[in-house]
Every structure is written in structure tokens, then in C-alpha cells.
């Protein structure tokens, strides 16, 4: 299939120069961006870049799609009871139907909001992987594991536990396998150090090079984690990874709030690479603020993740992306300490590397897989645009996800002027609703 974007006003290629272009079209044929240039003809379906912009899609490196059932269902309550008397209690009725009915749910608001690709972890991830693949996104999928069972004080492994979490991990790999779509992979998702044994983890480990596959975990959310760490084991939880043999460039830890500057240098020098999720940290009242400046200076691959609809309450990246910038400038007393470009190149370029996916992604640039989105300028919020530097001010401060027009995966159409083609909104919604009863908390 030949997609043509004419004549768009602007192109923001993030590519090595950040070039912007204004007034061209781009070309796209067999999945990959053939052509950029001015007057260009040909597609099977053309749609007009006139007052849009032409970008990179938006890439979320943490979530748990699943959870948009449970979007406004447990609010302003102190993260213990949050999750123990609400969250838990409901996760614990979860099938593999109901996750497939809730990541039908978040892909479609991804659709919606210009996400292309997405790093999941959650129960039942073979029928997560199932909605990604339904609904032709990008997606790197792995099923949660713990097996720290009761008091969290102490890690010991309950080990028919961990079996169990550890045979759903073999099933969803082998059924994320069967899909045999190159663009939906298994990933390996230990929770959290304070969840998981030192046998799980290193399970985990094996598993990944196995597969040749990343990592995902939860990491430094909270205080309580570092205390629990430097009480027991008498050094950071990044330390005691560190010592396990854990943290390689394969492990994309979300969160990193809590961390002293020598972490930062520790998870630099393994390669570990961060998804920053400022929207869930502030809404859980986590109370540190991620050291995203040492983690860039230092030369940590950061990208940015919206977790999931239970703590942010959207997938909207374009909301993380503002959050991001703010709540660096407002906890450094410094409006200068990030520029919107770098907030930019996380949601695009700097993630794409995190996901091995840098020469494949993130940037439009011919020869590159179209994963695109244009977003419509003409809205009041988003103008005037006085240049360049003003367009990605706007987009990165200005912009909503509900601005996105049109967005392509592998050069397949999701979206075309705002109408999802993938998938049914009204049908999904009615399985979102059909799913609350099936958990017992429809209304
Ligand atoms: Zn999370």
C-alpha cells in the first residue's frame, strides 16, 4: 500500500540535524518512508498535511494497557489502601478476556492520541499482545512476575508462586510468538526489586538473553523501596541490583525516582536505560522528583511512560510530555533546565534507542519503517506558530493528544483525519462496559 502525505506545512524529522521542513510531502510505500520531498505523486490514499505537522509517533515506554478498566474507579486514596483494599481486590478477578477488553481500550486511546508503539507489563499478556496486534500498533509485551508473597519486608521466594508466574511468562511468549507479527515482541517483566526474589530475578536475566529481549521493571518508585533496601541489605536497591549482576543494557526500569547521584552513574555505566512517568509519580504523591538532568548528563537513554489509567488517568503522551518539562522546571527553580526539543527526543528518537529500534524508528527519514503521526495545527491552541523552536514549544506545551489527525504504523493507515480505522470505538466501549460487570464494578 502507497500512502502519500502532501504537501504537509511542516515535517519535523528528528533526525540527526532536527531538521524542520516546511510545505513537502512524504511518501510512503511497503511500510517504509520512500520519498521526502516537494510535489511528490502517486497513493492508494492521499491525505492533505495542509496546517499540520508531520512527526515521529509517540512512543510509551511504561504502561499497563489493561488497567484502563479501572480509570477513575479508585481515586485520592494514600497508595497502600489504593492498592491493597482497591486495585489489588479487582486484579485479582482479571481474566484473560477482561485484559484483552481493557488494552483493546488503551490502543485505542493510544490510536487517538498519536502513540505508535508501546512497552507493556501486565497479567495475562499473550491477550494484551492479541489487542496490540488488532489494533496494528507497535508493541514490546511482557508479562508481570512477582513472587515476594505477603510482608514485603522480607524478599523470600514463594516458590510455587514464582513457578506459576514463571510458566504464564513461558505461555505468553510462546502466544506473542504465534502472532508472527515482527512488530509485537515478548519482553521479560520482573515487577519490582521489592516484589521479586533474587531467584526471580535472575531467572528473569537468563530468560531475557534467551530471547534476546529487554527487560522491564518497576525501579526506585518510592522512598519506602530505597528504605526497605538500605535497611535490610544496607546499601540503594540500584546498588544491591548492581552486585545481583542485573542491570545490563537490556533492562528498561520505569519510574527511577528515588536515586543518589552515584545510582545514576551505576545504571550509566550498565546501560540501563530509563522510562520516566512524571504523571503517575505525581499522582501517587510519590514525593521525589526523578533526577532526569544527572540521568542525561550522565548519559542515561531516557524515554517517557504514562503507566497505567489507574494512576495518570491517561495514555495521552502529549500531556506526559508537558508534565515531564514542568515538574523539572518547577522542582530546580529553573525554567531553562530542560528545552521542549529534549522532551521531544524522548517521546521519539531517545526511546527508539532504549527499544533497539534507532535506524528503524523515531525519526522520518527515507528508508525508515512510517511510523508517523500528523497532528492538526489548525486549532486555537495551537497557534501562532512563529517558527521552528514556537512549533515544538507548542506541541510539546500546547498540544493535546485529541490534536492528532492521522497516525501510521509500518506505513499501514490507523487513523486517517481523525477516524480510527483499526478498530470500532463504539464496539470497544461496549466491552469496556460489558468487561466493569463481568468484574462486579459496573455502576
Ligand atoms: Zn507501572
Redesign the pocket.
Known sequence: MEVLLENCDWVLTQDENRRVLRKTSVLVKDGLIEAIGRGLKGGDLVVSGEGKVLMPGLINT???LSMTLLRGYAEDLPLDEWLRERIWPVERKLTGRLCYIGALLGCLEMIRTGTTCVVD?YYHAGEVARAVHESCLRGFIGQGMIDVAGSDEVRISNEPLRKDFLNATYKAVESIRGLRDPKVKPIIAPHAPYTCSDELLAEAILLAERLDTLVHI?LAETRREQALFQKTYGCTVVEYLDKLGFLTPRVLA?HCVWLTKHDVRVLAERGVSVSH?PV?NMKLGVGGVAPIPEMLEFGVAVSLGT??AASNNTLDMFETMKFAALLQKHSRWDPAVFKAQQILDMATVSAAEALGLQGRVGCVKEGLEADLILVDLKTPSLQPIHGPESLVANLIYSAKGLNVDTVLVQGKPLMVEKTVETLDPEAVYSLAEEGLEELGIKA
Open positions: 511504561h504502561t499497563h507489563m518497576h520505569a512517568c503517575s503507566d497505567g
